[in-house]
């Protein structure tokens, strides 16, 4: 069974898009602007084309409750990846769009730990 891609379309270049004609894709636009983040119905604003401030605004535009990461570990504090994701964190967080974000596995970056363990299930099936 396929399941349909989300990825900015119009940015793909023609070879790819001819890979991926056969396979269903959920079109949401990506733009590249200097300081840009905004959340649109059809697409996001960005200042770059960082994979996870992208997934943040479909997770939102999508009606997402919340974010859950896994493995986004972080970099060591003197990368500037690092103070590129913690600024797109940030930037994000700032928005009326915005939905909270969780970390559920260790990570450098300035987000909530949320466990994926829910202890009171034994307890309740004990009674």
């Known amino acids: ?13 023609f070879e790819l898009k001819k890979i991926l004609s056969d396979i269903q894709i ?14 649109l119905d059809n697409g996001c604003i960005l200042d770059s084309a960082l994979a996870l401030s992208y997934a943040m605004s479909v997770a939102s535009a999508g ?9 986004i570990d972080g970099y060591e504090s003197s990368d500037s990846r690092q ?18 974000i ?3 596995t260790p990570t450098t970056y300035p987000i909530k730990d949320k466990s994926i363990y829910i202890s009171n299930r034994f307890d309740e099936m004990a009674d």
Request: proline fraction near 7%; hydrophobic fraction near 40%; aromatic fraction near 8%.
């Open 63 to 71: 009606g997402a409750k919340q974010i859950l990461l896994t493995g």
């Open 1 to 13: 069974m396929s399941k349909p891609i989300i990825l900015p379309l119009g940015n793909l270049p």
């Open 83 to 100: 103070m590129e994701m913690i600024d797109s964190f940030e930037r994000y967080s700032a928005l009326k769009k915005s939905i909270p």
């Open 26 to 39: 959920l079109d949401y636009g990506l733009r590249i602007q200097e300081g840009g983040f905004d959340i």
């Open 102 to 104: 969780y970390a559920i």
